[in-house]
């Protein structure tokens, strides 16, 4: 149990563009699920949270117009990167809280966004 | 705000030797405390977690830690490393029962390497 997805595991775009990213939960229903950044051999760095039916809560420092956020339902989260830059370029790993108040945050398997 | 450290950037142990990987937090209070694994490339696996109870918590994988709050320390155990241990370790911690979604803070990883 607990599992989570990402759609697309990588994903190369020209610079401009947007590219989005799905992170669902299989097994479980997520009122919240986080959005996290993570640079070559760093740790993990929280962009967002997510909830369900209302706006995402951005962490300081991320740019809401450029990272969009929509959780539609309680087991689908979208990050939509707005004309992507080579900067923007990483490994978006997301997450969702269990629903069941164990506090616990299962985690997709990332995806590897690489920007020309 | 609650912080993690993780002292250890790189560890390397041979097969079949103890492995003993470090966190010590700061908290104002009992936090909620995780440790996570990551292979290259991929998300985020969770090996155990302490919310309350018992300070010696098992996980998968025959992973345990120890919670030991006169040395804010989470430290991440096991008896007998395989190659397939080969791994980013990250320790984190949640700012316990708040209701609310809660965000954790990431130590910045140890990197296990295991010789043959």
């Known amino acids: 149990g607990a599992v989570v997805s990402q759609h697309p595991s990588w994903v190369i775009c020209k610079s401009g563009t947007s590219v989005k990213i799905e992170c669902r939960s299989l097994?479980?229903?997520?009122?919240?699920m986080f959005w996290y950044r993570q640079f070559p051999k760093q740790s993990l760095m929280l962009m967002a949270t997510?909830?369900?039916?209302?706006?995402?809560?951005?962490e300081q420092g991320v740019e809401k117009d450029k990272f969009l956020i929509n959780h539609a339902s309680l087991t689908l989260s979208t990050l939509t990167v707005t004309s992507a830059h080579p900067e923007d370029s990483s490994f978006y790993i997301c997450s969702a809280r269990d629903m069941s108040g164990a506090e616990t945050q299962y985690f997709g398997p990332g995806t590897r966004l690489l920007v020309l | 705000a609650q912080s993690v450290t993780q002292p250890d950037i790189h560890i390397t142990v041979s097969e079949g030797a103890s492995l003993e990987l470090r966190c010590n937090y700061s908290y104002g209070a009992t936090p909620y405390l995780f440790w996570y694994v990551q292979s290259p490339g991929q998300g985020l696996q969770l090996l155990l977690k302490y919310f309350s109870g018992d300070t010696l918590v098992q996980g998968i994988k025959g992973f345990e830690a120890e919670f030991k709050r006169s040395q804010s320390s989470f430290n991440l155990r096991k008896p007998s490393v395989h190659w397939s241990d080969a791994a980013e370790y990250f320790c984190?911690?949640?700012?316990?029962?708040?209701?609310?979604?809660?965000?954790?803070?990431f130590g910045t990883g140890t990197r296990l390497q295991v010789t043959l």
């Open positions: 097994d479980f229903q997520a009122t919240t």
């Open positions: 984190a911690v949640g700012p316990g029962r708040t209701g609310t979604a809660s965000k954790l803070t």
């Open positions: 997510s909830n369900e039916g209302s706006k995402a809560t951005y």
